[in-house]
Antibody, heavy 120, light 112 residues
Framework: QVTLKESGPVLVKPTETLTLTCTVSGFSLSNARMGVSWIRQPPGKALEWLAHIFSNDEKSYSTSLKSRLTISKDTSKSQVVLTMTNMDPVDTATYYC????????????WGQGTLVTVSS | QSALTQPASVSGSPGQSITISCTGTSSDVGSYNLVSWYQQHPGKAPKLMIYEGSKRPSGVSNRFSGSKSGNTASLTISGLQAEDEADYYCCSYAGSSTFGVVFGGGTKLTVL
């Protein structure tokens, strides 16, 4: 059974850096054609794709957030880490990680999500 | 990467069929047969319902089907059931130059 679980702070202050960890099980981060994406959803709003990392360590980022995002993985720990710098209240959202199959926008399954609030 | 365009809401009665549209551009929906659809119930994570335009993952009811014409993809749900009431999001691959995955704004489906 494939599962993903997000972890990280529930509250960050404006200008701080957010670090989120996605721990996966049931598949290996070194499996060909497999990757992990981060996707967020502000309260009551739509989904927004943030970043992706492939099994070969290839990375891609949302063009609008590229300057603030860094994605990395530790295959031995089955973890993918996302950092987002200079957090702002508009970044308040539920952050999801999802298995990304073949880099085609096929996200399956998703983690349960973690709500991050940005407030002083 | 501009968001794909979906109707804000659709509704239907039990047993009826509904279709949700998802309009993109020639750079995303129109160029690739890589549209996926997600169902999201309140407070829950999204669930993959359709991928690569028209394929259903194992376990997804055959009442859900996907199609595409030009720059517009569509999700059709036949034989509406109460549990189909949810938000639905489309998603399209937008090219390898930036990888680029773009989501739609979401559609609220109400089962009357």
């Amino acid at each position: 059974q494939v599962t993903l679980k997000e972890s990280g702070p529930v509250l960050v202050k404006p200008t701080e850096t957010l670090t989120l960890t996605c721990t996966v099980s049931g598949f290996s981060l070194s499996n060909a054609r497999m990757g992990v994406s981060w996707i967020r959803q502000p309260p009551g709003k739509a989904l927004e794709w943030l970043a992706h990392i492939f099994s070969n360590d290839e990375k891609s980022y949302s063009t609008s957030l590229k300057s603030r995002l860094t994605i990395s993985k530790d295959t031995s720990k089955s973890q993918v880490v996302l950092t987002m710098t200079n957090m702002d209240p508009v970044d308040t959202a539920t952050y999801y990680c999802a298995r990304d199959i073949a880099g085609s926008g096929r996200f399956d399954p998703w983690g349960q999500g973690t709500l991050v609030t940005v407030s002083s | 990467q501009s968001a794909l365009t979906q109707p804000a809401s659709v509704s239907g009665s039990p047993g009826q069929s509904i279709t949700i549209s998802c309009t993109g551009t020639s750079s995303d929906v129109g160029s690739y047969n890589l549209v996926s659809w997600y169902q999201q119930h309140p407070g829950k994570a999204p669930k993959l319902m359709i991928y690569e335009g028209s394929k259903r993952p194992s376990g997804v009811s055959n009442r859900f089907s996907g199609s595409k014409s030009g720059n517009t993809a569509s999700l059709t749900i036949s034989g509406l059931q109460a549990e189909d009431e949810a938000d639905y999001y489309c998603c399209s691959y937008a090219g390898s130059s930036t990888f680029g995955v773009v989501f739609g704004g979401g559609t609220k489906l109400t089962v009357l």
